[in-house]
């Protein structure tokens, strides 16, 4: 049987992520040891973040199940109950749901393969987890590229760990932001310009892609120019969604529930979609 | 003459016009009805192509108000460029619609309110002899299918398996038609059988009067019996010309005006306010009460309004594309006025003409 | 299980004693006098010996919302200052009284069965099943708006009933059903029906099945690739019409599209699930703006979709029972026979 019921959480750390202020972490720890020992989620994944009186929204889990029991989620503040999580304090207690979705394969298909992140804009946040679970096992994978771009240096998220894995020499990093800022050394330009030039080969690889539609519909065509295919690359949908059990039909596109059949789903298999998301 | 002759006339003289304007390319739509697949049912039908023509009927069963569907199909008859960009400054496609009298009437008002723009609508009046309510029909007949149902001149011909019935005409036409003054296009560019005359009703409000004559209680008690079935499938608002926000105020989400589920206070509030932002502009169609899948007699609050704006500004919405619009014109001179002193309005300023220089004076569409 | 001849006044005497017990529903035909019901609009609670009377054809409305009410409290919570459980949400209370539902007829017993396929982990919904009773009526008169039998039941079926009652010329056939119906004619006497009168309910059974054309439509729209159906060019026309009222879904015996909210009233909270329509331009809108179903088009055609395609792809059958509400109460007669029709004739077009 499904519930509705919302753990209880209470949050333990509180992080503001971006200079405008819009993207905070969330650091939230179970309020009862029994849902503690029994949660379990893979990256990719997300919960239903719910503040009484406000409602429920939909929030990708930005940390791996390798870091450790508390959860890390990175909230942007765009409606009604993200503005409410906003106002939130540390200590305050919040209900979470989940975990909900499919989440990347990480241990079936991307298995021993080399793998391309590419994120544009907040959409990083399960990259963020995708990529701290496979540092937890670096052996198990090949070569690992990040490509990551934000408008401004001040829209970057996680800072300490862009720093510690650029450090690591065991990853390619590619950091970029849109346009020339002042006190910015790093790579100037659009994520899919950036792709363009640091793309691997396809060979034994796959590519997680998440950002805006507008990143990936241009990030797409140097990487198939270079022999990429759309069976190697993985993407994650959102649409508006309630429940997030596959009941509610609100994330449908065409047959497809984004919360239950997704939100990961290979390019070939979004382009068997109705263009509905 | 038979009314099914006349009908079957005016479809024939609709289906002509449409074929002339389709092929001479002096409109790129037609706005009209296509036979229902249920007796006493139409279809509304947007005619592009010539073929579909043959597909336009006529008759006494057509409740919608096709007004309705003029803004959209305007704009999906226009030269496609990006948002971006300045509007193409060459003259745009044109659109045919049928128009009775109270649809008429709400087009006047789509061009006061600059919804619509009067040189790309190409009216095609035809006079309303008073739409049959599906609705009566189907009281008259309980426990019965109605399977077809032939209009006659002053009858109407009910089949059913096992029955067959005449039944007057009239007494089954809606209750807006029974009460409408105006049953003639107020504009038209072109004419579609014989004008029908204006009629004069001596008592256009009775109805309503029936109500104001009850105690508040007992009104209190009419109101939340009426509206204690609606289902907010808003379908009367979809259906209203009027009722074109683009996010209406039920569904506003921050701030929240009203709740989601069925409270009879939710429900309530939706209807009574639905009817206050129509008044002033309302036809009395009965497009709202027609379609209304529970049987709300909803037509009951903006006929009320109609009566309020006519005593309190006599007016009549819809009546000259020139006029100003009841509720949302006034001079520039008496917004320092207005802000200033929220006492009643003296007699005088009742009724407010738009000043001398257009530019003066402010209109909200 | 058994099948029992009863009078029409012995069935008024059952009927009497589970109201000593039950709350008994039976379809509301006129409004109610005052707002307070405590059930959906469409049906009303009668107590002892007061009369009743079934309609022709499907009830006004559905018994949908007997089992998906319109809204259901998921849980509540306290939000005053200073209260010392506030924010801690807490599973209201819940009945576990027996309902018994009167006059049901057989498309929307079926609509309980189909619904039951998506609904089946849903704890609320499958509690509903547990504590409702339908006693149903098989119909005897075919509306020209009913077409059950194109979408695989029948007038004569009983899926889905706790007791079904067939009318014959002196009486009713009695069938029990379920163990809810077993519970509802537990120590009664009743006359065991005769051979003859079992005959002709199963000659009415034997003549108005499922049409042939119910399992060939389903087979050939599950077979058609999506695209095909998508693409149709008979949406531009459908869209175009519709003009977007939730009137059909909310009507619907199997639409169970929801939303999710929390009220608060003076510091007491409740979170509720209502019911949402796929026709509302809201519905699929992101926070962002983007909408994926912007247009009319879009969303006529997705409701079509998921009953005829989406559903039958995910579950087997249909979405649709073929009660012909819709057909009957739709503003611009859109007519889900001839949808059903078009997209046959789709396949078929090369």
């Not at chain 2, 597909?55 to 007004?67: I, K």
């Not at chain 2, 109805?207 to 008690?221: D, M, N, P, T």
């Not at chain 3, 919570?77 to 209370?93: A, T, W, Y």
Request: glycine share 8%; charged share 20%.
């Amino acid at each position: 049987m499904i519930s509705y019921m919302p753990y209880p959480v209470r949050i333990d750390d509180i992080v503001v992520e971006t200079e405008d202020g819009s993207l905070k972490t969330f650091t939230l720890a179970f309020e009862q040891e029994r849902h503690q020992k029994a949660w379990q989620h893979v990256p990719g994944q997300f919960v239903m973040l719910s503040v009484a009186g406000a409602g429920e929204a939909p929030v990708g889990l930005a940390s791996s199940p390798t870091e450790g029991e508390r959860l890390l989620c990175t909230v942007n503040r765009a409606g009604l109950v993200t503005t409410a999580l906003h106002q939130l304090k540390v200590g305050d207690r919040l209900g979470l749901r989940g975990p909900i979705g499919n989440g990347f394969p990480l241990d079936r298909e991307m298995k021993g393969k080399n793998l391309v992140m590419i994120a544009g804009g907040f959409a990083v946040t399960i990259l963020r987890a995708a990529l701290m679970s496979v540092l937890a096992r670096r052996q198990d994978y090949g070569r690992i590229t990040f490509i990551y771009g934000a408008r401004t240096p001040g829209m970057l998220l996680y800072h300490e760990e862009l720093r510690q894995w650029a450090q690591r020499g065991d990853i390619d990093l590619y950091v970029t932001i849109d346009r020339e800022a002042p006190g910015w050394a790093g790579l100037v330009g659009f994520v899919p310009t950036i792709a363009a030039q640091v793309a691997p080969p396809p060979t034994n690889s796959v590519a997680l892609i998440c950002g805006p539609p507008i990143m990936i519909k241009f990030t797409m065509p140097p990487l198939e120019a270079i022999g990429w295919t759309d069976d190697q690359v993985y993407l994650s949908l959102e649409n508006r969604m309630k429940c997030g059990q596959g009941l509610c039909c609100h994330c449908n596109v065409g047959p497809t529930l984004v919360c239950k059949d997704g939100p990961v789903f290979t390019r070939a298999q979004v382009k068997r979609l109705p263009l509905e998301y | 003459m038979n009314m099914a002759t006349i009908n079957d006339q005016i479809t024939d003289e609709i289906r002509k016009e449409a074929r002339r304007l389709l092929k001479t390319g002096e409109v790129a739509a037609l706005i009209g009805y296509a036979a229902g697949s249920l007796p006493m049912t139409v279809k509304p039908l947007v005619v592009r192509c010539l073929e579909d023509c043959e597909r336009l009927v006529w008759n006494t069963f057509c409740v919608l108000n096709l007004a309705t569907y003029l803004p959209e199909v305007l704009s999906s008859v226009e030269t496609p460029y990006d948002p971006r960009d300045p509007r193409p400054e060459e003259p745009q496609a044109k659109v045919a619609i049928l128009a009775t009298g109270c649809w008429s009437r709400n087009i006047v008002i789509q061009i006061q309110e600059k919804r619509v723009d009067r040189e790309r609508v190409v009216v095609i009046g035809v006079g309303s002899r008073g739409m049959v309510s599906r609705a009566k029909v189907k009281a008259l007949f309980p426990e019965k299918d109605i399977l077809t149902v032939d209009e006659g001149d002053h009858e109407l011909v009910v089949h059913g398996a096992d029955f067959t019935e005449t039944i007057n005409r009239w007494a089954v036409v809606r209750d807006n038609c029974q009460t409408c003054a105006h049953p003639d296009p107020v504009l038209v560019d072109i004419r579609i059988g014989e004008p029908v005359s204006e009629r004069k009703n001596p008592h256009p409000f009775q109805q309503v009067e029936l109500l104001e004559q009850r105690s508040s209680e007992e009104r209190w008690a009419w109101f939340t019996a009426e509206f204690s079935t609606c289902i907010r499938c808003y379908a009367c608002r979809n259906v209203c010309p009027l009722c074109y926000c683009p996010t209406c105020f039920v569904d506003d989400a921050r701030p929240q005006w009203l709740g989601k589920s069925l409270d009879a206070v939710d429900t309530g509030l939706f209807h009574v306010l639905r009817a206050f932002h129509c008044a002033g502009r309302c036809t009395d169609c009965g497009a709202c009460e027609s379609v209304c899948p529970m049987g709300i007699n909803m037509r009951m609050l903006t006929k009320k309004l109609n009566k309020d704006v006519r005593d309190l500004y006599g007016i009549e919405a819809g009546m000259e594309p020139e006029a100003p619009l009841p509720l949302t014109t006034f001079p520039l001179a008496s917004v320092e006025f207005i802000v200033a002193d929220l006492a009643p309005l003296p007699a005088a300023a009742r009724i407010v003409q738009p000043s001398s220089e257009g530019d003066e004076s402010c209109k909200h569409g | 299980m058994q099948t029992w001849m009863i009078s029409p006044v012995e069935l008024d005497g059952l009927i009497q004693q589970w109201q000593k017990s039950y709350a008994v529903y039976v379809p509301a035909l006129s409004k109610p006098a005052t707002a307070a019901t405590d059930c959906a609009p469409g049906w009303r609670r009668i107590n002892a010996g007061e009369p009743w009377t079934l309609p022709v054809g499907p009830t006004p409305a559905s018994v949908k919302s007997f089992y998906f009410p319109q809204p259901e409290i998921l849980m509540t919570f306290h939000l005053e200052e200073n209260h010392p459980d506030k924010g801690v949400m807490r599973e209201p209370l819940k009945s576990h009284e027996m309902q018994v539902v009167l006059g049901v007829r057989p498309c929307d017993a079926a609509s309980v069965l189909l619904n039951q396929l998506p609904f089946t982990e849903d704890p609320l919904f499958m509690a509903k099943c547990q504590r409702t009773a339908l006693v149903g009526f098989t119909c005897t008169t075919r509306l020209s708006t009913c077409f059950c039998t194109e979408m695989g039941g029948s007038p004569h079926h009983c899926a889905g009933l706790d007791l079904a009652l067939s009318p014959l010329q002196n009486g009713f056939l009695l069938e029990v059903l379920s163990e809810k119906g077993e519970t509802l004619v537990a120590g009664c006497k009743l006359v065991p029906a005769s051979e003859s009168d079992l005959a002709v309910l199963a000659d009415r059974r034997q003549g108005q099945g499922a049409t042939s054309s119910y399992s060939s439509q389903l087979e050939v729209l599950k077979a058609c690739a999506l695209s095909r159906l998508y693409d149709a060019p008979m949406w531009q026309e459908l869209g175009e019409a519709c003009i977007n009222c939730g009137a059909c879904t909310f009507i619907c015996p199997t639409c169970f599209c929801f939303d999710m909210q929390d009220e608060v009233v003076q510091g007491q909270g409740r979170r509720i699930r209502y019911w949402d329509s796929c026709m509302f331009p809201l519905y699929s809108q992101h926070t962002s703006g983007h909408n994926p179903r912007g247009k009319k088009l879009q969303r006529t055609r997705n409701r079509f979709l998921h009953k005829l395609k989406y559903f039958p792809d995910r579950f087997g059958p249909f979405s649709c029972v073929g009660c012909g509400r819709c057909i009957g109460d739709c503003p611009v007669n859109i007519d889900i026979r001839e949808v059903l029709n078009d997209l046959v004739r789709r396949t078929e077009l090369e």
